[in-house]
Each structure stands twice: as structure tokens, then as C-alpha cells.
């Protein structure tokens, strides 16, 4: 009981804190704001801002404002790169495609891509290609501008509005696509959504910009922000996201 009332009177400060911090750098940096929204317009077609249907804390959807930074028909793009996406696991080693027990069994074999398989290859063949997330190496959907607005994370201005709305909040667990959310509602991957969705937070300060990262541990990195979440842990974090704006590879 007494540890709730903490969180509640921790949230207070922490929405007070997010309105000063957030409405202060728009109004600061206003100029160069307006000054990316030409160039933006004026680099590639489409509109200046990319919005998003994105899950929240609670699972609460809402509108996810950005720079734009990809072409108009991103989204659409996404099933033709799914091959790429950096968290599909990586079969170690080859499976059969036939396996010795349903070849023993002379069990009833099934067709795919023209070839004689067994159940135990498709099912192999499904957990690998299982994944939430999802994120391309090397995107091919950026445009020229949008890398550089990636890389310095100029496109994530925008997201200050969504902080003053009460969407999200400067520090937290990354709003998702409803596409990857709808897939996070077992048990060990539905306590990220107790935590608010911010702009920066655990897994940006700890892999953000790397390749090397799994699904499992990105999950696990979200779990801990949510289990262990306060005001001195979010003032961490916020000065950690300083030297992680840059980041190191394309992803």
C-alpha cells in the first residue's frame, strides 16, 4: 500500500517534470524545428510529419508523432523486407527436412515451396521466424534527409508533443506498432506495458543503434524499466541518452 502511494506521488512530480521540460525545448528549439520541416518537405514527397497508431502504457493507443524520415509507402514495404528484420532468429544449424523419428514412423509427409517435409521442420521453421519486433538493417525506406534525422534523433522531436498530450512521457518503455504489441500479451512480456511509453529510456541508453540485440532481451530490458522505475532512476537515464543519440550503425 505504501509503496503505491509512492508510485502515485512519483508520477505526479514525474508529469509535472515532463510538461516544464517538454514545453520548454519546444519552445527553445522552435526555430530549428520549423527549419527541419521544410527541409523535409522540400527533400522528398509526403507530408512533414509520419503519425502512427502506437500502444502505450496500459495498452492505451494513440497518435505517435515524428519526423518524417521514410518514404510515403513505408509501412507497406514492411511484409517484402520481413527477411531482413534483425530480430528473426538464426537457425544454428540446418534442420532436416525430413527428421529420423517421423522417417522411422513413416509418418505422412507435408508439401512446401514444392518439397517433401515433415511437421517437425515447419514447426522449426515457425519458431524461428517468430518475432515482435520488428527493425531493418540498412533500411531502404529512409530517405537521404531521414538518415540524418535518425541518427541524431531529430526526428523524435515531434514526440514532445505527445509528452505534453500526456501520451507518453520523457523517460519510459518505447510506444509500439499495434502489429508488434498485439504480440506482446504473454505473461512475461505484458509488465512493459505498466510503465509509461517515453521518448528515451533503458533499452535506447543500452543498445540503441546496435544489431546484437534479441527479442528476448530487449523484452527483458523493458521488464526492468517497468519493475524498477522512479524519479532518480529516470534522471539516470535521461543523462545516459546524451552520448547514446548518435548512434553507431544503421538500424
Known amino acids: 500500500m505504501f509503496k503505491r502511494q509512492q508510485q502515485n506521488i512519483g508520477d505526479k512530480i514525474k508529469r509535472i517534470i515532463d510538461i516544464l521540460v517538454a514545453g520548454s525545448i519546444l519552445i527553445i528549439l522552435s526555430p530549428i524545428i520549423l527549419t527541419f520541416a521544410i527541409l523535409i518537405k522540400l527533400d522528398s514527397k509526403g507530408p512533414i510529419f509520419y503519425v502512427s497508431k502506437r500502444v502505450g502504457k496500459g495498452y492505451k493507443i494513440f497518435n505517435f508523432y515524428k519526423f518524417r524520415s521514410m518514404r510515403v509507402d513505408a509501412d507497406a514495404l514492411v511484409d517484402k523486407l520481413k527477411r531482413n528484420n534483425q530480430y528473426l532468429k538464426v537457425e544454428e544449424k540446418p534442420i532436416p527436412e525430413v527428421c529420423e523419428k517421423c522417417t522411422s514412423e513413416n509418418k505422412l509427409l507435408m508439401i512446401m515451396d514444392g518439397r517433401p517435409v515433415c511437421e517437425h521442420y515447419v514447426d522449426?521453421?515457425?519458431?524461428?521466424?517468430?518475432?515482435?519486433?520488428?527493425?531493418?538493417?540498412?533500411?531502404?525506406?529512409?530517405?537521404?534527409?531521414?538518415?540524418?534525422?535518425?541518427?541524431?534523433?531529430?526526428?523524435?522531436?515531434?514526440?514532445?508533443?505527445?509528452?505534453?498530450?500526456?501520451?507518453?512521457?520523457?523517460?519510459?518503455?518505447?510506444?509500439?506498432?499495434?502489429?508488434?504489441?498485439?504480440?506482446?500479451?504473454?505473461?512475461?512480456?505484458?509488465?512493459?506495458?505498466?510503465?509509461?511509453?517515453?521518448?528515451?529510456?533503458?533499452?535506447?541508453?543500452?543498445?540503441?543503434?546496435?544489431?546484437?540485440?534479441?527479442?528476448?532481451?530487449?523484452?527483458?530490458?523493458?521488464?526492468?524499466?517497468?519493475?524498477?522505475?522512479?524519479?532518480?532512476?529516470?534522471?539516470?537515464?535521461?543523462?545516459?541518452?546524451i552520448p547514446a543519440i548518435m548512434q553507431k550503425e544503421n538500424v
Open 124 to 241: 522449426s521453421k515457425k519458431l524461428i521466424n517468430k518475432t515482435s519486433f520488428v527493425k531493418f538493417q540498412n533500411d531502404p525506406r529512409i530517405t537521404k534527409l531521414g538518415e540524418f534525422l535518425r541518427r541524431s534523433s531529430v526526428d523524435e522531436l515531434p514526440q514532445l508533443w505527445n509528452v505534453l498530450k500526456g501520451d507518453m512521457s520523457l523517460v519510459g518503455n518505447r510506444p509500439l506498432p499495434l502489429y508488434e504489441a498485439e504480440k506482446l500479451t504473454r505473461d512475461q512480456s505484458v509488465l512493459r506495458f505498466e510503465a509509461p511509453a517515453g521518448i528515451t529510456g533503458l533499452w535506447q541508453v543500452s543498445k540503441r543503434g546496435k544489431s546484437d540485440m534479441s527479442e528476448e532481451e530487449r523484452i527483458e530490458l523493458d521488464n526492468e524499466y517497468a519493475t524498477n522505475r522512479n524519479l532518480i532512476y529516470d534522471m539516470k537515464l535521461l543523462i545516459k541518452t
